[in-house]
């Protein structure tokens, strides 16, 4: 993740080829969205026209899980692993946490160990490394971390992934784990074997000594930034890099006996997985250079290698015509690939859309209320509906800072937050948001292999100021999921025509999360008169035969 401020590189022919295919107010509701309340549209669902099979929801631990996770109280820190990992209820059915079905762990680099040696100057973004010389390890590191792996397997949480922000500071070139060249990896010439050594005991220490089975290992993070600051770890790479590392790695994965998946891409933006951006070169065209058939860099055919590509949703989720063209671009590039899918795998406000869109304008300032809630609730469905991302993950799950980028918030009851060393280190006040139960409305009832279906009746090109819909199957179970996401103003009532199947008694239950309800269960409604409130997230679930 990058926080500084970035120029944005402008799309091109992507944004000039679905032109004619969208039109969308950037800072106003139309008044003819829809009708009146009094008005009902037709929703109509087929569950025989079938789209991307779904894989998981996740969020980061990165970078306040460790000191909490090691330092609070076991109450709260419960508390915080019920509200991210829980799939159960309470005595009136409402979701006692949002379900997550996967888990990002920052797998260290050791700039904990330097202390303010490592010019790293927040502690909290500092990371603690498994070993100093790739000789001995010590498992007891990353305590914190490794205490919300157990807590989310416990709850059932499916899927754990590996992250890496730089190789560990024993192999970097620089000594630091931050990068002080460009374009290039932070690594000591000839130590990719070493660095994949690094990989392989640690997933298998934390498998033995942990009995923490990690599915997903990625070893680069948003590749085309430089790195070289003081902000966080990081490092740069290029496609060759990346390429080059993977091909080591996939065998002393296999060697070893560990399942885990090695992931690629995690670009700063889309853009990066479908164009050439200029300035880096070596850092574009991901999904082309690493899974199209005519490339000579295709891992495909390498064990342990996951056929899936992931990209960042910063910078392309503002001005609205971007975020939809940046979308259909990667899908349509994923699509000409084939058998490949495509993941979300980062995303917290770094735009600055203005007032009317969010509090503040900007990311700076914490909203625990419905403004974010909707603005990622929109990113959700269109990342899904335009971009067919089977995968959609959030940043930060914990936030100690007063910024848009936390699930959960945590202050010590006087402020917002703070950047003292200090603040909430060993204990402090937990604030559940908006944005927490809007994405717990996909992931708490959208699960892993669930296939989305189509609804003909709407097009969510063109319903980013008004109502998006969504809808969700499970061939085994029957069951039957629709997330709507109401953008506008005023409620929304729709009629739902359901093909390929009938409704069980033909009601659904709806989970409404808005400014007074978070993921509230309320009473079966019938499937002819279903309402979705102003400036909410209402998820129904019913069951099909």
């Known amino acids: 993740m990058k926080f500084a401020n970035q120029n944005k590189v402008s799309l091109l022919c992507a944004g000039l080829l679905f032109a004619s295919t969208i039109f969308v107010s950037c800072d106003s509701e139309k008044s003819d969205n829809a009708a009146s309340e009094s008005t009902v549209a037709e929703l109509n669902v087929n569950l025989d026209m079938t789209l991307q099979t779904m894989e998981s929801f996740g969020a980061s631990d990165a970078w306040q899980c460790n000191f909490i996770g090691r330092n609070w109280p076991s109450d709260k820190r419960n508390k915080i692993a019920d509200l991210l990992f829980s799939k159960g209820v309470d005595a009136d059915g409402n979701p006692k946490g949002i379900g997550l ?5 920052n797998l260290g680099a050791g700039s904990t160990e330097q202390g303010d040696a490592s010019d790293i100057t927040d502690e909290w973004r500092r990371t603690e490394c498994f070993t100093t010389d790739g000789v001995s390890y010590n498992m007891n590191k990353q305590a914190g ?21 730089s190789a560990p500071v024993y192999l970097t070139q620089n000594g630091k784990a931050h990068a002080s060249i460009k374009e290039f990896y932070n690594l000591k010439d000839g130590k990719m074997p070493e660095l994949a050594d690094f990989w ?20 680069f993070n948003e590749p085309q930034y430089e790195w070289d600051g003081s902000a966080q770890e990081g490092s740069p790479a290029t496609n060759a890099n990346i ?49 199209a058939s005519n490339s000579t860099k295709k891992i495909t055919g390498l064990s342990n290698v996951k056929k899936t590509i992931s990209g960042h949703s910063y910078w392309q989720a503002w001005p609205l015509s971007e975020m939809v063209s940046s979308r259909q671009a990667a899908t349509s590039r994923i699509q000409s690939v084939g058998g490949v899918s495509l993941w979300s795998s980062e995303y917290c406000v770094l735009e600055s859309p203005g007032t009317a869109e969010l509090p503040g304008g900007a990311g700076a300032g914490r909203d ?11 990113i959700i469905s269109t990342d899904i509906a335009l971009g067919g991302v089977t995968s959609w993950q959030w940043w930060t799950a914990i936030s100690r800072g007063d910024y848009k980028d936390g699930l959960i918030h945590v202050d010590d009851n006087a402020s917002n937050g703070a950047g003292n060393a200090d603040y909430c280190k060993n204990d ?28 003909p009746s709407v097009d969510n090109a063109t319903a980013l100021n008004d109502v998006m819909v969504t809808a969700y199957k499970d061939a085994a179970t029957k069951k039957l999921v629709i997330v709507a996401v109401n ?29 007074t309800l978070s993921l509230k269960k309320g009473i079966a409604v019938d499937a002819g008169s279903l309402e979705i409130p102003a400036r909410s997230v209402v998820t129904y679930v019913g069951n099909y035969k």
């Open 101 to 105: 079905s996967l888990w990002r762990f």
């Open 145 to 165: 971390q490794v205490w919300f792996m157990k807590a989310a397997r416990e709850r059932g949480v499916e899927k754990l992934l590996a992250f890496t922000n």
């Open 200 to 219: 392989v005991n640690s997933l298998d220490k934390l498998k033995t000594e942990q009995g923490l089975t990690i599915d997903y290992v990625s070893p």
């Open 243 to 291: 390429y080059s590392f993977v091909n080591v790695l996939s065998p002393k994965l296999q060697s070893k006996g560990l399942s885990a998946q090695i992931v690629v891409g995690e670009a700063g933006s889309y853009e990066s997985l479908y164009k050439t951006v200029s300035g880096k070169e070596s850092r574009s065209n991901q999904i082309d250079y690493f899974f």
């Open 368 to 378: 625990l209320g419905m403004p974010l809630a909707l603005w990622t609730a929109r």
């Open 428 to 455: 402090g006040y937990i604030r559940d948001s908006k944005t927490l139960w809007a994405l717990g409305n996909f992931s708490f009832f959208v699960k892993p292999g669930m296939v989305r279906v189509q609804i």
């Open 487 to 515: 953008i506008s103003k005023s409620a929304k009532a729709y009629k739902l025509n359901l093909a390929g199947g009938a409704l069980t008694d033909n009601k659904l239950i709806p989970y409404t999360t808005s400014e």
